[in-house]
């Protein structure tokens, strides 16, 4: 609970002025994020001889970017709301990946649609965090808004076999299970706490998805698998 606050300034507002700004502000759900996370203009990075993979930018992290540059990929940095092309500059498009960012999932239609479109092609997607609740939404899933958000880097995910691993988390959101069914795709992980999902994934194992962190930047790194096991199926395309 908030017990008070410190003003900084030439004047404090009034109550009536807080209250008004209060009242006049956005929520969170209504806010308009990309707008201000996104690239506006398509980016290259790292070596152009390398497998090249598309990254739809929701306000992808930076540190999700060097993963993958990591592993010996290039990467083209797209804006949220573009098209994924087949090929660019001479390179074909071997992955998709679809990482963080701010805001209601649902929201995000045209993101939503395109990775609709890609999904039903053979490329590697791979979702982080939002990407992974617009991976469901995109095969006919449903989102909802968790009551408490899961915010730290401790968080315990638990995959099939029992295996625990500790991920950093940040999200509002999270994917309905039920809802996965007759979309393909099916959960993967979830979280020993409150029983959310925290992972997704088809049946051929082409696409994933996490709810954290992988990165753990910063943050544990025990899910960084999650970026070796895209980069090998990207590689395999290019063999």
Not at 18 to 47: K, N
Not at 204 to 219: D, K, T, V
């Amino acid at each position: 609970m908030i017990r008070g606050a410190l003003h900084v300034g030439p004047s404090a507002p009034s109550d009536g002025e807080l209250a008004d700004r209060i009242q006049r502000a956005p929520g969170y759900a209504d806010e308009e994020y990309m707008t201000q996370v996104s690239v506006r203009h398509p980016t290259v990075l790292g070596d152009p001889s390398a497998p090249l993979v598309a990254a739809l930018d929701c306000g992808v992290k930076a540190s999700i970017l060097r993963a993958l540059l990591r592993r010996e990929l290039s990467v083209l940095r797209l804006p949220h709301d573009a098209t994924v092309p087949e090929r660019w500059d001479g390179h074909r498009v071997e992955g998709l990946v679809v990482g963080n960012g701010p805001g209601d999932p649902e929201r995000l239609t045209g993101t939503i649609a395109e990775i609709a479109r890609i999904a039903k092609s053979e490329l590697p997607v791979l979702g982080i965090c939002l990407g992974n609740q617009l991976l469901a939404l995109a095969r006919g899933g449903r989102t909802f808004k968790l009551k408490y958000g899961h915010r730290g880097q401790n968080k315990t995910v638990c995959f099939p076999g029992g295996r625990a691993i500790i991920m950093s988390e940040n999200h509002g959101y999270a994917v309905e299970p039920r809802s996965l069914r007759g979309t393909g795709l099916r959960p993967w992980a979830t979280n020993p706490d409150d029983g959310t999902l925290e992972g997704l994934r088809d049946g051929s194992g082409r696409i994933f998805a996490l709810q954290g962190h992988p990165e753990g930047h910063p943050g544990p790194q025990e899910a960084g698998f999650v970026f070796d096991r895209f980069a090998e199926r990207v590689k395999r395309r290019t063999r």
